[in-house]
């Protein structure tokens, strides 16, 4: 393995990179939403905004969840851990000529080590590269005590912390989607974790492979600076930044400072930095790193980011709302051009970020943005790398995955859609090599192909209003209290429908937003484990006192439906009214 992994470094050029942000789940394929939903107080903000509430199992009247983002993903909510999702980021990523993700992550068995397996199993077959970014201050906070009680001292988790840079080394550092640079493996590390002399400790007991070279550490080097007269003044020397290059890290950029405080124009947000600001920030790295003739700077990234607008997680839950404005997209070009204009100087660029919605710098195409980012990546990308700019192949992994995800549905309506899945598989390798014509070509027979598989489809509405469900509860003046646990039954004639054929399926109803509680919807499930997957919805009140619409997806996969019993069941400190089902089944003719 080591042989060809040499030949694999001895071709590699400049590299760009995307930074990660996980884990997002979806109900139906995890039981879960991770990171798509948040609830936060805001208290501390200056802006007068004393909460967040983003519920995102419910849908609004534009058909998009209320995720924890202020834009939308323009595939939809989806889960992280889907292998057509995985496909379709990481093809996307490619046509923009972005290298790998760095997965942001921590430390196993932590979530996003499940996310980091995911990610190499399918970027494997696209020749794709994935690493971390290694936010040791995970391992350092108390989170691993809760999964191993004894790992809980420094020195315990300092130990553990030599374990997991193995793990990286061994699993991560090494094989076909190793993130290589001048030869070397190499990570951004977040911090802020081990200290000087822990990270030291660490390294001592680490063993590199025969013939590895030293992984090469990306230092965050954020510090904020400071504004005098209206002018942004940046950092340009940082003693904690000289103790890590003594163990070889090299200082590099991650989201610029937003030191301006909140005024009439930027008046939801409690700091914003200026598109001057922004270049400011990266000055110091122009001319203390890139231009530096230190042997020790082994690896020199430039840096990139297309803005920033928190008010998906005010600080994850600190209560500070931070922007920097995307101005059409020109603060995303602009700092490209300026690395570019550096570009003899480095030998990599890391974006920030692929996929943060939460914070609000995810270049992924969105509703509200397209695939604008992706375009700019693909023409400064090229430009760094001495290649050709090729536009065709941005909107191919959208078109891919749409097809996929109507294979699949096809495929639970009882219809044999094997070779429109090979074919499928055939049209992605052909994206990954940028065979982007016979691509074209491929998923427009495709395409025909699916919609005569569903014109085969007989499709019939079904909408009970609350008089024609089974409903037992408490009745009060106004809605159900489900304080009392509230259940739902269904005619068994559509029982039997719904276990027959497949469905796309709604609960709708009203909730008095009252309070700050939360109410669950539950079912049974034959799926495993079974309690995620019994959670239809989790809903949390923000205390309004508004009476607000609500509407969640019925997933087949997740619901069992039952004769002359409920299949739903509604329970909380809320009150309730005006319940209704929405279905649309199919069968084939």
């Given at each position: 393995m080591l042989s060809a992994l040499q030949v694999a470094w001895a071709q590699n050029g400049k590299?760009?990179?995307?930074?990660?942000?996980?884990?997002?789940?979806?109900?139906?394929?995890?039981?879960?939403?991770?990171?798509?939903?948040?609830?936060a107080n805001t208290e501390k903000s200056a802006t007068g905004r004393k909460s967040l509430c983003y519920n995102a199992d419910l849908i609004d009247a534009d058909g998009r969840n209320q995720i924890a983002a202020v834009y939308y993903p323009q595939v939809g909510m989806q889960s992280n851990l889907d292998p057509d999702y995985i496909e379709y980021q990481i093809l996307s990523a490619k046509t923009a000529q972005i290298d790998g993700f760095f997965i942001e992550w921590g430390f196993k068995p932590h979530e996003n080590d499940e996310l980091l397996r995911a990610m190499q199993q399918v970027a494997a077959k696209y020749d794709f590269e994935i690493g971390v970014n290694?936010?040791?201050?995970?391992?350092?906070?108390?989170?691993?005590?809760?999964?191993y009680p004894e790992i809980n001292t420094r020195e315990a988790k300092t130990e553990y912390m030599a374990q997991c840079y193995q793990y990286l080394v061994d699993s991560v550092f090494t094989g076909p989607t190793a993130p290589i640079v001048k030869g070397m493996p190499v990570f951004y590390h977040f911090g802020p974790g081990a200290t000087i002399d822990e990270y030291r400790k660490v390294l001592s007991e680490v063993k590199l492979p025969q013939g590895m070279k030293q992984p090469v550490a990306l230092r965050r080097w954020a510090d904020w600076g400071k504004l005098e007269n209206n002018t942004y003044i940046p950092v340009t020397q940082s003693a904690d930044m000289d103790a890590w290059k003594q163990v070889g890290e090299v200082p590099t950029a991650w989201l610029p400072a937003r030191v301006r405080p909140r005024d009439e124009a930027h008046a939801a947000?409690?700091?914003?930095?200026?598109?001057?600001?922004?270049?400011?920030?990266?000055?110091?790295?122009?001319?203390?790193?890139?231009?530096?003739?230190?042997?020790?700077y082994t690896v020199k990234s430039g840096f990139a980011m297309p803005g920033m607008d928190n008010r998906g997680c005010a600080g994850w839950g600190?209560?500070?709302?931070?922007?920097?404005?995307?101005?059409?997209?020109?603060?995303?070009?602009?700092?490209?051009?300026?690395?570019?204009?550096?570009?003899?100087?480095?030998?990599?660029?890391?974006?920030?970020?692929?996929?943060?919605?939460?914070?609000?710098?995810?270049?992924?195409?969105?509703?509200?943005?397209?695939d604008r980012e992706l375009r700019t990546t693909l023409k400064y990308a090229a430009e760094f790398k001495d290649e050709q700019a090729d536009e065709r192949g941005l909107t191919l992994p959208l078109e891919l995955f749409r097809l996929?995800?109507?294979a699949r549905f096809l495929e639970k309506s009882k219809m044999d859609v094997s070779g429109c899945i090979r074919a499928l598989d055939k049209v992605a390798l052909l994206i990954s090599q940028r065979r982007y014509p016979v691509a074209i070509g491929l998923l427009s027979q495709i395409d025909n192909d699916v919609k005569g598989a569903k014109a085969s489809l007989t499709v019939e509405m079904k909408r009970l209003r609350e008089s024609e469900l089974n409903i037992q509860g408490k009745r009060k003046s106004g809605g159900y209290n489900l304080s009392e646990s509230l259940s739902i039954g269904f005619p068994k004639e559509l029982v039997s429908q719904l276990q027959m054929n497949n469905y796309v399926g709604y609960l709708y109803f009203e909730y008095l937003d009252r309070g700050k509680e939360t109410f669950f919807i539950r079912s049974s499930t034959s799926r495993e484990p079974a309690e995620p997957f019994r959670i239809v919805s989790r809903i949390r009140t923000d205390d309004t006192g508004e009476w607000k619409s609500a509407k969640v997806e019925l997933y087949k996969d997740n619901i069992v439906y039952g004769f002359n019993k409920p299949t739903f069941y509604l329970k909380g400190n809320v009150i309730i009214r005006n319940l209704s089902v929405g279905y649309t089944i199919y069968t084939v003719k």
């Open positions: 590299k760009v990179y995307a930074d990660f942000h996980g884990v997002r789940y979806t109900r139906q394929h995890d039981g879960k939403l991770g990171r798509w939903e948040l609830y290694w936010c040791d201050g995970w391992l350092y906070y108390n989170w691993i005590t809760k999964i947000w409690d700091n914003y930095a200026t598109p001057n600001d922004v270049i400011e920030f990266m000055k110091p790295f122009r001319d203390s790193i890139w231009h530096s003739t230190n042997p020790a600190r209560g500070h709302f931070y922007y920097i404005p995307r101005n059409n997209g020109e603060t995303y070009s602009n700092m490209w051009k300026f690395c570019m204009e550096e570009k003899e100087h480095l030998d990599m660029m890391f974006i920030a970020s692929w996929s943060d919605y939460t914070e609000g710098h995810e270049i992924e195409p969105t509703i509200e943005n397209g996929r995800k109507e």
